[in-house]
């Protein structure tokens, strides 16, 4: 807009110039070529020429203005120019000065930062290289600690199997030791054994002796506390073997598991080390692998840190040099702009006021107008071409600025790229020889554990070749061993059972010979004891009848009061039956009814004087006595059905059986069913208690004995016999009784089964020799007994009778429970 503007102002300023000339020409031409006339032409004339002198004037008024106008629009036109000229100088100057700065702060800055790098690279280096000291020195100590625990385990080791081995070698020591204190402790059983015999022998006799003091039920007593400890000896003879069997079983399967879990328990540890060596080796080479990477990623961080800092700094330090820098050369510039623009100003009011007054002076002088215009094309010419030049000369110096930077550039960053490079092959060939010397660190090791896994397999295999060898030689001792013992045990049986024969026909001949005197010293005391009886017997009968007697008369005195009482009762109660009757018939005498026959309410005949007959009956009247009271109904009141009062006490007859007499004939038997009473049932007869306890003992006592004491019981049997002959003696010659409670007389015998707890704690003879060796002799009959001529069998269906009554005590009153009371 401003040169357009230049242009229109220059041409309106020569148009202008044109017209003045054109008219300046025209007057001095009429004004030379005019003639001289005093004339009104003249004085129009002048006239004329005075208005065209101040048209001139007012042309070259207003020329003048339009001709300071352009002026000062070429002043402002030159003064645009020559500002946007020092504006693109001071661009320019500024762009040197911005080049210059950036290339001295780049040359600074690359400099600062390779000193930088330089040194952060060196300081890195120092601390990898403290790092890698600090690493090696660490798995150096891992390394020593971990050769320093595999030693000591496999001291460890070295010393458990050394252990294992002593304590196996103890242990098979401690096996022939206790075999053979098995033997010694068999050879010495056997031995007691015999001493035990000989004690038997000695014990027997003595239990002979004694059982000649004692009565004859302790022999049953005897022989089957006998029998039931060889029944114990026996089977705890059988639990012992049986239990030593189990106990040899499960310590030699003991054995064999304990070898077998020592052999697992060893291949167990052998497997968990080698997988705990595993796992050791890939946790190291994760751990060293995460290492070098953090340590990496921590250099990459400071690096890129540091460099962010030092740029920051770098930049911030700059920025303020550059504005310090800035601010001073402006204020250089605007004083210099300012000395430039003043000296302009005046040189152009100089050339102005010249070229006015030229223009003034030298109208006519076109040659000046075209020499200057010119000029000023030639100037413009000159500026624009210097302009087009200057602009290359920047153009192509930037250019080389451009490429002298580019190559720094490209020098820096491949110098940097470079160091990087080389930087990143050092780290790369330091992580190489890391993990080569890893590797070859993991090798030595795993070669120094092959070493020691094939030294620790050939120990291995040659333990177990020991331990098999040593197997199969004590399996052979052992065999051996057991073959002798076996010859042994056959040789000490064979020569056990000769001994046992040879002992048992001993004992027979001796048992027989003791057996026969004792059958005939039996025989003697039964007679002294059927003797004892009879005495004992009258002295109880005369005591029983005794207490028969004054227990009857006893009852008999309380029937009699009962019997008072009762008849009381009857007369009371006819008394007010009569009264009863007697208002009832009156009543029906009133009513006008006729009294009925004697039905319930009659009136006793015999209270009208009628007399009773001998069986208790008048004229159609209720019986009386026995037969009355089987039949009678029971007595009413006259006016209801009101009964007699109930009391407690007993009939007068009926309940009580009479009474038979204390003595019976022997040799009469008596009839097989019971006798039928004609009131009440007969009540059982009284056996002893001490009686039916030995009949129901000596009963369970030859039904428990087992099968193979059958040849002992044959003994006992016999002697069992002859007690119940004496027993049936004395039951036919005891009296029967009609009392329903044992009599206190009876206790004492009782109390003759204490001896036998004293027999029974003394259950150490075992009776071995003698169970198995006793021949079943011939039954013999029972010695002739005192009361020749009475048969046993007779009694035994009363017996079979009497039995669910004289169990009943015997239930209350066990032997077991009264010697456990005494």
Known sequence: MSESHDSEAVDAAHTGQEATERVTLASLRSQFTSADTSSLDDALGTRARFRQEERLRADLRRERRLRQQAITERVNAMKANIAKDLATQHD???????????????????????????????????????????????????????????????????????????????????????????????????????????????????????????????????????????????????????????????????ARLKVEFERRSLRLEEDIAQQLQVDIEQQLRRETDDLEERMREDVELAIAKRRDELRGQIEQQLNEQQAE???????????KYDLTFSKAIDDISRSLQTEIEAELEHRMENEFSSYRHAREAEIQNRLSRYRYEREAELREQLEAQYAVNKQDWTERLDLEFQSREAAARK?????????????????????????????????????????????????????????????????????????????????????????????????????????????????????????????????????????????????????????????????????????????????????????????????????RGLMGQQAQEEPRLGLGNMRAPMTSARPLAGQVPPVRTVRQPIAQPEPVRNIRQPIAAAEPEFVPQEEAAMEDASETMLEDVPEPMEEATSVVEEVMEEETVADEVVEVEAPSSTMQRPTALLKPIRGTLRPLEEEEEVRTAPLTPVGHMLIPEKKRGPPPSSSIGQKTATLKPVRGTLTPVSKTPVKRLEPSEDQDED
């Not at 820098?325 to 004083?335: P, V």
């Open 92 to 254: 320019m100057t500024l762009d040197a000065l911005e080049n210059e700065l950036r290339s001295s702060m780049e040359a600074e800055l690359e400099t600062m930062e390779r000193d930088a790098l330089a040194a952060e690279e060196s300081r890195v280096r120092h601390e990898l290289d403290l790092r890698l000291e600090r690493q090696i020195q660490a798995m150096h100590e891992q390394h020593g600690v971990e050769q320093h625990q595999r030693l000591e385990e496999r001291k460890a080791e070295m010393k458990a199997s050394i252990e294992r081995q002593l304590h196996e070698e103890y242990d098979r020591r401690l096996a022939i030791q206790k075999e053979r204190l098995k033997l010694d402790y068999n050879q010495e059983l056997q031995h007691r054994l015999r001493e035990v015999e000989a004690n038997l022998e000695q014990e027997m006799e003595q239990r002979f002796v004694e059982m000649e003091q004692l009565e004859i039920g302790r022999l049953e007593d005897g022989h089957e506390a006998l029998l039931t400890e060889r029944e114990d000896q026996l089977r705890r003879g059988i639990r012992t073997r049986l239990e030593q069997q189990l106990r040899q079983r499960l310590k030699q399967r003991e």
């Open 325 to 335: 820098r800035l601010a001073e050369r402006k204020a250089r510039l605007k004083s």
């Open 427 to 623: 780290a790369i060939m330091s992580e190489v020889d890391a993990q080569l010397r890893n590797e070859r660190l993991t090798h030595e090791t795993d070669l120094d554990l092959l070493k020691e896994e094939t030294a620790l397999e050939l120990e291995v295999e040659m333990e177990e070749r020991l331990r098999d060898f040593k197997s199969r030689k004590e399996e052979e001792v052992a065999t051996q061993l057991e073959r002798q013992l076996d010859k042994r045990e056959e040789i000490m049986r064979n020569k056990a059972l000769i001994d046992v024969r040879k002992r048992e026909a001993q004992i027979r001949a001796e048992i027989e010979a003791q057996l026969g005197l004792k059958r005939a010293e039996i025989r003697d005391r039964l007679k002294g004891l059927a003797e004892k009886m009879d005495s004992f017997k009258e002295m109880a009968e005369e005591k029983m009848r005794e207490a028969v007697s004054q227990q009857i008369q006893g009852e008999i005195d309380a029937d009699e009061t009962e019997l008072r009482a009762r008849e009381q009762e009857f007369s009371s109660l006819q008394a007010t039956d009569t009264r009863a009757e007697k208002r009832q018939k009156w009543m029906q005498s009133i009513s006008g009814q006729a009294p009925a026959a004697f039905g319930a309410g009659a009136m006793d005949p015999t209270a009208l004087g009628a007399r009773p007959d001998g069986l208790g009956a008048a004229a159609g009247r209720p019986l």
